[in-house]
């Protein structure tokens, strides 16, 4: 049972780190293009953005879809302090299918759910059923502090970017999730508002993306 289970961990994996998906920005009036890292800066009132794709994609055996990131990195060299937050970023496919950014708990939370027995690398979990069992019947005898067995890479809270203003000066990096499998998609453009703009008018930024093999 093990040697099987084993072997279809190896292939997950060997799948997972080898997709060949490529999220190649397209150029956008005052934006500049890095071909090195596939990113992109736009700068508008003292105020630059840059925006890749993170290359990593988040998929596990239970998880309808696939949840992806995109590095965010905003550069406040204005007078005044700047807010973003998680409402502040729309994803749009080709087909203008909208995708709303997903929480760093809401990302656990999918990760999590019911795949805490085979998970493939670099995700945390238990590798065999029988392992689970064991730690849970070790808990329930020997420890009286409750016991985790959340699945989920350990940087997705730390790497989140954060729901804060920007001060003057001063830069603030970070991820921001999406359920999207880009896979199955051909074009994306991230949309990106200052927080309290009407999702109605044009965005603040746009990031358009190219998505191929």
């Known amino acids: 049972m093990k040697a099987h289970v084993y072997a279809l961990l190896i292939t997950i994996v060997f799948l997972a780190g080898c997709?060949?998906?490529?999220?190649?920005?397209?150029?956008?009036?005052?934006?500049?293009?890095?071909?090195?890292?596939?990113?992109?800066?736009?700068?508008?009132d003292g105020v630059s953005i840059t925006?890749?794709?993170?290359?990593?994609?988040?998929?596990?055996?239970?998880?309808?879809?696939?949840?992806?990131?995109?590095?965010?990195?905003?550069d406040n060299q204005s007078s005044r302090?700047?807010?973003?937050?998680?409402?502040?970023?729309?994803?749009?496919?080709?087909?203008?299918?909208?995708?709303?950014?997903?929480?760093?708990?809401?990302?656990?939370?999918?990760?999590?759910?019911?795949?805490y027995y085979l998970i493939p690398y670099?995700?945390?979990?238990f590798y065999y059923l029988e392992d689970y069992e064991r730690t849970s019947f070790y808990n329930t005898t020997e420890s009286q502090l409750p016991y985790y067995y959340e699945v989920y890479p350990q940087d997705i809270q730390t790497r989140a970017l954060a729901a804060n203003p920007v001060i003057p000066g001063a830069k603030s990096t970070g991820l921001v999730?999406?359920?999207?499998?880009?896979?199955?998609?051909?074009?994306v453009k991230l949309l990106i508002y200052r927080s309290g703009s009407s999702k109605s008018a044009a965005p603040d930024f746009l990031f358009p993306f190219a998505v191929g093999k």
């Open 19 to 44: 997709s060949g998906i490529k999220v190649v920005p397209l150029q956008v009036p005052q934006g500049v293009v890095n071909l090195s890292d596939n990113s992109q800066t736009v700068t508008k």
């Open 81 to 115: 302090e700047i807010g973003f937050d998680t409402g502040s970023f729309l994803l749009l496919d080709g087909e203008n299918r909208q995708y709303l950014p997903l929480t760093p708990e809401q990302v656990k939370e999918l990760m999590s759910r019911d795949s």
């Open 177 to 187: 999730y999406f359920r999207i499998d880009l896979g199955a998609v051909k074009e």
């Open 122 to 125: 670099p995700y945390v979990g």
């Open 51 to 74: 925006v890749a794709n993170s290359n990593t994609e988040m998929v596990s055996y239970n998880l309808d879809g696939t949840v992806t990131a995109f590095v965010v990195t905003i």
